[in-house]
């Protein structure tokens, strides 16, 4: 079992910054692939980016354009998200997912799911 909490949303203008943690509790962290979705009102939970278990590899959404940077400390047993030049639209409820990895897009992927950490984007 692999419980998840996300930390680090909150509000911030345009252009801002936040970085996103997910802090895993349980066994074999460092055996899962980590992900994180998003999902705004309204709209379906889409996927933002994701991470091998080794960390050696990292996927991205097309529409992150570099402003979005994925990364896991193993010995910390979390993942972070690095979001920069933030825009209104990326307002959303973000989520963090822990799965087996060799696929990494889609929420099937994933077996387990953070609360989510509120994200607001002002203009």
């Known amino acids: 079992q692999v419980q998840l909490v996300e930390s680090g949303g909150g509000l911030v203008q345009a252009g801002g910054s936040l970085r996103l943690s997910c802090a895993a509790s349980?066994?074999?962290?460092?055996?899962?692939?980590m992900g994180w979705f998003r999902q705004a009102p309204g709209k379906e939970r889409e996927f933002v980016a994701a991470?091998?278990?080794?960390?050696?590899?990292?996927y991205y959404a097309d529409w992150v354009k570099g402003r979005f940077t994925i990364s896991r400390d193993n010995a910390k047993k979390t993942v972070y998200l690095q979001m920069n030049s933030l825009k209104p639209e990326d307002t959303a409820v973000y989520y963090c997912?822990?799965?087996?990895?060799?696929?990494?897009?889609?929420?099937?992927?994933?077996?387990?799911w953070g609360q989510g950490t509120q994200v607001t984007v002002s203009s």
């Open positions: 997912a822990a799965g087996r990895g060799g696929s990494y897009y889609y929420l099937y992927d994933y077996d387990y």
């Open positions: 349980g066994r074999t962290f460092s055996s899962y692939a």
């Open positions: 991470i091998s278990w080794s960390g050696g590899s990292t």
